[in-house]
């Protein structure tokens, strides 16, 4: 029996001299060295007792090594779970501990904080570092290549946590072929071929910068020039050897705050992409006047990769996510499910290929999001035009999506409420220019309590991961409700919609 993904994405360039990453110091590095390197990985994890279905969760800064871990992971049969950078050692131990994963790769300067947490959970500590080094680098480097096990098309290949509305992240299950699926398509939506050239300065821990960017790049079998994060000062340098680049709409607002972006230099380039989060249309507009391109805006979830897509020849609308892709389908319904007339908002249900089998541990919560019939709930609403461009115009769960990564409001606000002289608490997004939306945090003291927003912001910081603390804390004496008692959100939304634009 083949693997899956491992022979669609990486045994098609085996021993293949071509580049596959090229480095912000002009490193190179060819797929068949990559190739070798992910072997080891993959010996590294056998001979650490792992086998096909274990889990492995990965806290690692971007790095070639950290992407050779989760190839060798796919060739060893293992499931990953690649975690935010910026979760904290409490959220880490929710995410090995739920996955039952068997080891937790880290950085080595997270080692302290995390070996009682993976000791905790039952799992085996590694350190790899961004340079190669750290114990567990060291010993696959020394490893012998595992043989690529036997994967099949519905096998899980991956865990991806979402955030909960009621504060507990859901882990995605995907599987190789959702996956799969998801690249071939993008390939031939957005024309990529092994002439292009991605640069990719996205995060990895991601479903954009990882299943998105990155097996898009493999499935073409063009090169990435792979930069550890974004800089604006490095995306500039290096754009006139780039032919594509995949971001979020707070790297294109921060290179228009810099007079170097001009036509010039974006006169290599075929393709500007933007996803995760809103793209408003000024930004569109701006973008094209300043270089002479329009950025194609898509649309996805952490439970589906890519649903929908702006057209690569036709017009590209501002405000849009464009169309559903080929093969999958999308609906717009009411609450129970049943078809809204064109053009009406509704929440939005799409069925393909790429949907994820489910949520980890459960199937309750399963059941209430993916229908019998294979449509999945996405809780985002929406409406289709005339024209079948789909428009996104909210979120049903009160999802905020700031610089692409999601909060959901009720885990910040348990966080909030937990803490001393906070009686309840609101958390909603406002527009903000360079991250979509920015979390705001409405508290109500406790009588006789003396608050302010300094002290809100030095107590979750410990507690929560930097992308869900409040950029602003505003103070009220009471929360606006219905008759019912429910907080009524879409005021408070109203009341503070331009506290980042004014």
């Not at 007792?49 to 790095?63: C, F, I, N, T, Y």
Request: hydrophobic share 45%; glycine share 10%; net charge negative.
């Amino acid at each position: 029996m083949a693997n899956h993904l491992h022979d669609a994405l990486f045994g098609r360039h085996d021993g293949s001299a071509r580049d596959f990453l090229i480095l912000p110091d002009g490193t190179r590095l060819s797929h068949a060295a990559f190739g070798d390197l992910a072997a080891r990985y993959a010996g590294a994890f056998v001979a650490a007792g792992l086998k096909p279905g274990d889990r492995v969760a990965l806290q690692l800064e971007k790095s070639p090594d950290m992407l050779a871990a989760i190839a060798g992971a796919i060739r060893a049969g293992i499931v990953f779970l690649p975690l935010n950078t910026a979760y904290t050692p409490a959220e880490v131990s929710y995410f090995v501990t739920d996955a039952g994963a068997r080891l937790l790769l880290c950085d080595g300067r997270n080692a302290g904080a995390l070996a009682a947490i993976a000791e905790g959970a039952g799992a085996a500590l590694g350190v790899v570092n961004a340079d190669g080094s750290g114990a567990f680098a060291e010993a696959a480097r020394a490893a012998a290549p595992a043989p690529v096990a036997a994967r099949r098309a519905d096998d899980l290949a991956a865990l991806l946590y979402t955030s909960g509305t009621t504060g507990r992240s859901k882990g995605a299950m995907m599987s190789h072929a959702n996956l799969l699926s998801n690249a071939e398509v993008l390939v031939d939506y957005w024309r990529f071929t092994d002439r292009d050239v991605l640069l990719h300065a996205l995060p990895i821990f991601h479903t954009h910068g990882l299943f998105v960017a990155i097996n898009v790049a493999l499935l073409a079998g063009c090169p990435m020039i792979f930069l550890p994060r974004f800089d604006a000062d490095e995306v500039i340098r290096l754009m006139p050897q780039a032919t594509a680049m995949m971001g979020v709409p707070t790297f294109y607002t921060r290179l228009l705050d810099d007079p170097r972006l001009t036509s010039d230099l974006a006169r290599t380039m075929r393709l500007f992409i933007s996803g995760s989060a809103p793209l408003l249309a000024e930004t569109h507009r701006q973008w094209e006047t300043r270089t002479g391109h329009r950025i194609l805006e898509r649309y996805g979830m952490t439970e589906t990769n890519m649903i929908t897509s702006n057209p690569y020849a036709g017009a590209r609308r501002a405000g849009t996510v464009g169309f559903p892709l080929p093969g999958i389908e999308l609906k717009v319904c009411d609450g129970e499910g049943r078809d809204v007339p064109e053009g009406e908002i509704g929440t939005l249900e799409v069925r393909g290929p790429n949907v994820f089998q489910g949520y980890w541990n459960m199937p309750e919560k399963t059941a209430e999001e993916l229908r019998a019939d294979g449509f999945f709930i996405t809780g985002d609403l929406g409406r289709v035009d005339a024209d079948g461009y789909v428009t996104i115009v909210g979120r049903g769960k009160d999802l905020i999506i700031t610089g692409g990564y999601n909060v959901y409001p009720k885990e910040v606000e348990l966080a909030l409420d937990d803490l001393p002289g906070v009686l309840e608490s609101a958390v909603i997004g406002a527009p903000h220019r360079d991250y979509g939306e920015g979390v705001v945090a409405v508290v109500v003291p406790e009588a006789g309590a003396r608050l302010d927003e300094k002290t809100i912001l030095d107590a979750l910081a410990g507690g929560l991961a930097r992308f869900k603390q409040p950029k602003a804390v505003i103070f009220r004496t009471s929360l606006p409700r219905n008759t019912m008692g429910k907080v009524q959100k879409n005021l408070l939304r109203d009341e503070v919609k331009a506290i980042f634009t004014t």
